[in-house]
């Protein structure tokens, strides 16, 4: 079995491998199967410039995929952390104070701008029971899709 093989088992096999291995990764979650793609396209890599015994190419194979899995579990993927604010804009908006640059009187709606971007924006739009006059400060209570919930300050 290992001879027939060593015989047929050629460096596109591998290649064709890896590339099946990197693009199944898009279909699956985890960024594992990518790093044993990366390994068999090593060996393909390697097979065309050395001649190497199948048992050889299985033992590269594995050691490539763990070591890049290993290095990307332990190095590179702590490091990625997942920098949006996609959620979090209820704890970044709740009791900040702004000043309400458009009046809501005689209707419910005003704008009001912080003094610093607060989710990439300084100024929003807030809804509040009372009227509220320009220049006044308002603290933010709670949010309504992309509208602000305010009390007077």
Known sequence: MLDWLNTHIAYWHWLVLGLLLV???IFVSGFVLFWFGLAALLVGTLLLVADLSIALQLLLWIGASIT?????LTFIKPKWR???SAGMAAEALNGQVGMVIESNTGRNRGKLKFPAPILGEEEWLFLCTTDMAVGERVQVTDISGNTLIVTAL
Do not use: G, M, N, S
């Not at 890049?68 to 990307?72: D, E, G, N, Q, S």
């Open 68 to 72: 890049a899995l290993l290095l990307w």
């Open 82 to 84: 997942d920098r949006t």
């Open 23 to 25: 693009t199944a990764e």
